[in-house]
């Protein structure tokens, strides 16, 4: 992030939303909402700022386990190192800007458009931890059930408890920990899909840490499968087993507190061994909850008009040989935006993204085929609309002229002319009395 | 589609190259079976 932001000829635009995108490879128009701060680029990050700031909130970066003001940083390292304020809280009593030493604090800032052209676009949303329903296995209803993004601030040095494994409830050091994996994931009435093995592997991570900070610490983890493939993983795995980290098959639908304790008792079978049911009791319950996309990318599919597939992701081009374009070219995807993956595989397919992107910009030309749609007969054009509607590709614009077909746009599949009722469009190359002929000439021996 | 699960066509069978599925009008459809065709199978 900080090299990025300090690299010549490289514009990062953060706080900001993508509103819309028009165009075409090598010639789209990015309209980029840049949101206002209400601090100024003067601001050097310094914190007096916040340290006067009244107004206290939940805090977004640590999952709520601490507060930040009205005028904060998003997080310790962010790019760029300025201070915003969040409208919604501020009360406006002006003491931040009395204590800025730089004079950096602006309340009439206004939120900026900016338009940008661009040849080629790369999406890289990211990703969203799965929000379990409230009350299922005891989320949001027991203090002492948490998912592994907060265990995750929970224990980052720079995060509210200073990396101190401690729990919700009282603020003692829990010493019998369960995980459970594939929390709203592998399930067919949440996600159906695996997030890829990251969940496991966050598990094993985490585990592996608590036993760092507290060695008598008693973990297990309640699996489905273990999904640990990629270079050295087993071997991590295994290691994990060997500093004594418990690993249980089963299925667990139900926890129960203990309202006196706030400890979690929970019901469950190996099914690997004939043990049977068996209650065990627990201090701290961590949700591997699964990966989902990113909040808002709906609009931003809307404003490409790229394909979604069925578990929300961004579509590629092809599921196994080319999962790094989309079907629109100058269109790429980096990342977890196009599925769930591990930050090895995110930054693999980071950089494919970005090549395929320089293979395509570093020529002054683009080939397309002639294989077009064509509104060759504008009489016969009723401006119905259908085809503007059924086009995968937003090539087509009905006006009061008729339809109107952007070749470059255009991909030639022929959709706009099988649902076009009065036939005004034709298909270069594949016209219909071509197939015509070739279907009389196959079925002129029966 | 047949030739993945390595199955075989019918010998019966005239295959037409269409650029996409979205491109197969009712009316080409329609034109085979009037020519005599027992069906159409739209493989995409």
């Known amino acids: 992030m900080l090299q990025s932001a300090r690299t010549q000829g490289l514009n990062l635009y953060t706080y900001s939303e993508v509103e819309d995108v028009q165009g075409f490879v090598g010639n789209f128009t990015v309209k980029i909402r840049k949101r206002a701060r209400y601090v100024n680029n003067d601001c050097n990050g310094c914190g007096a700022c916040w340290e006067v700031c009244p107004a206290y909130g939940y805090n977004e970066f640590n999952e709520g386990l601490d507060s930040r003001k009205a005028i904060y940083s998003a997080f310790a390292q962010a790019v760029p190192s300025l201070a915003q304020i969040d409208m919604n809280r501020c009360i406006k009593c002006e003491l931040c800007k009395a204590a800025c030493e730089v004079d950096a604090i602006d309340f009439d800032q206004k939120d900026e458009i900016i338009e940008l052209n661009v040849g080629s676009i790369a999406v890289a949303t990211g990703w969203d931890e799965f929000e379990p329903p409230t009350g299922y296995l005891g989320y949001n209803k027991y203090p002492n059930v948490i998912t592994q993004l907060k265990l995750e601030r929970i224990l980052a040095p720079n995060g509210p408890t200073l990396g101190h494994l401690v729990r919700p409830s009282d603020g003692k050091v829990p010493k019998r920990i369960l995980f459970i994996q594939c929390v709203g994931s592998r399930d067919l009435n949440m996600n159906t899909y695996c997030s890829s093995g990251v969940c496991c592997m966050i598990s094993i991570k985490n585990s592996k840490l608590i036993k760092q900070h507290s060695p008598d610490a008693d973990i297990t983890v309640a699996y489905m499968d273990m999904r640990a493939a990629g270079k050295d993983y087993e071997e991590y795995f295994t290691l994990s087993r060997k500093e004594g980290i418990k690993y249980i098959r089963t299925n667990i639908s139900r926890i129960k507190e203990d309202p006196n304790t706030h400890n979690l008792k929970i019901v469950m079978q190996n099914t690997l061994s004939s043990g049977g049911l068996k209650e065990l009791e627990f201090d701290m319950v961590v949700l591997s909850a699964s990966m989902v996309p990113a909040k808002g990318v709906e609009s931003i599919q809307k404003m490409l008009k790229l394909e979604m597939s069925q578990d929300g992701f961004f579509k590629e081009f092809h599921a196994r040989l080319n999962p790094i374009d989309t079907k629109i070219p100058g269109i790429v995807l980096a990342g977890v935006s196009q599925g769930p993956k591990s930050i090895v595989e995110s930054i693999a397919q980071g950089r494919a993204a970005a090549s395929s992107l320089a293979r395509l910009m570093g020529k002054d030309k683009y080939r397309i085929l002639l294989i077009r749609a064509a509104v060759e007969d504008k009489e016969k054009c009723a401006k119905c609309g259908l085809c503007e509607l059924n086009c995968p590709y937003n090539a087509i614009t009905v006006s009061d002229d008729g339809a109107e077909i952007d070749e470059i746009l255009c991909r030639g599949c022929g959709t706009c002319l099988a649902n076009c009722p009065s036939e005004a469009i034709t298909l270069r190359y594949y016209r219909e009395p071509q197939y015509e002929k070739q279907i009389d000439a196959i079925l002129e021996e029966i | ?44």
């Open chain 2, 1 to 44: 589609m047949a030739g993945t699960i390595r199955a075989q066509y019918p010998a019966t069978l005239r295959p037409v190259r269409i650029n996409c599925t979205g491109r197969v009008t009712p009316s080409l459809m329609m034109r085979a079976i009037g020519k005599g065709a027992d069906g159409v199978v739209v493989g995409a």
